[in-house]
């Protein structure tokens, strides 16, 4: 089985703290993450998993493959 991350560029997100009307952050949004043979399949899973998402405005949406499960955790402030 092969993973997948969801993203879409569509959306906006603001850094914390933030009281400006305007996005502070250009980037992506996650939308999930899902498994399957391909990444056609891993799409097909993650709408099953996901159907709330077909009622929102999102339309693009890209796959990349992760190609494993581990997880690596980092803080900005502890680097400065």
């Known amino acids: 089985m ?3 991350i969801f993203l879409t560029q569509e959306g906006y997100t603001f850094q914390p703290n933030s009281e400006s009307a305007t996005p502070d952050i250009e ?5 999930g993450i899902a498994s399957g043979t391909d990444e056609q ?12 998402l077909l009622d929102t405005d999102y339309e693009d949406v890209a796959a990349m ?7 690596y955790y980092f803080s ?5």
């Open 2 to 4: 092969r993973h997948f």
């Open 27 to 31: 980037n992506l949004q996650v939308l």
């Open 41 to 52: 399949n891993a799409f097909d899973n993650f709408i099953k998993e996901n159907e709330y």
């Open 65 to 71: 493959e992760l190609k494993n499960e581990k997880h």
């Open 76 to 80: 900005l402030k502890k680097n400065l």
